[in-house]
């Protein structure tokens, strides 16, 4: 009798299929003057073969869902990038016309700015050590050094 129904319907179905278990049970019982009351489906098992079966559906589904996840992460990082680059065009063609206009002051700004950026990080930081330029640090801390040649 289950042998009707195929898996999905057994799982979908189940209301209807235990419904129509019942009435087949009653009328055989009925045969051999047997009175059943009610009768549940307590335990519904497959073969081993339609486990795996449903289990690699399963996976794949899973599959083809992650696909479509990394497809669509990817065209959004793509757009992301198309619109930062036409910001970053539209920015330098806004700098090059306010230097064409004023001239090289905005350029030198930003130096500035970017260098106090940088020199604000540098204080902050406990591992940055300042070295003068030129020379030996170590013979400049005694004083002029003698050369005895």
Do not use: C
Not at 13 to 20: D, F, G, I, K
Not at 37 to 64: C, H, M, N, P, W
Not at 106 to 120: D, P, S, T
């Amino acid at each position: 009798m289950v042998a009707q129904f195929n898996a999905d319907e057994l799982l979908t179905e189940r209301p209807q299929v235990s419904a129509l278990i019942r009435e087949t049970l009653i009328k055989r019982a009925k045969e051999f003057n047997i009175v059943l009351d009610d009768v549940s489906i307590t335990g519904l098992s497959y073969g081993k073969e339609f486990s795996l079966a449903v289990e690699r559906k399963q996976v794949a589904q899973q599959e083809a869902e992650r696909s479509k996840f990394v497809v669509a992460k990817a065209d959004q990082e793509r757009r992301a990038a198309v619109i930062r680059a036409e910001g970053e065009s539209e920015a330098a063609r806004v700098i090059s016309k306010a230097t064409a206009g004023a001239g090289m002051g905005l350029i030198k700004l930003r130096r500035v700015e970017a260098a106090r950026e940088v020199a604000i990080t540098l204080s902050n930081s406990p591992n940055v050590v300042y070295l003068p330029s030129g020379g030996n640090m170590l013979f400049a801390m005694n004083g002029p050094s003698k050369v005895v040649a």
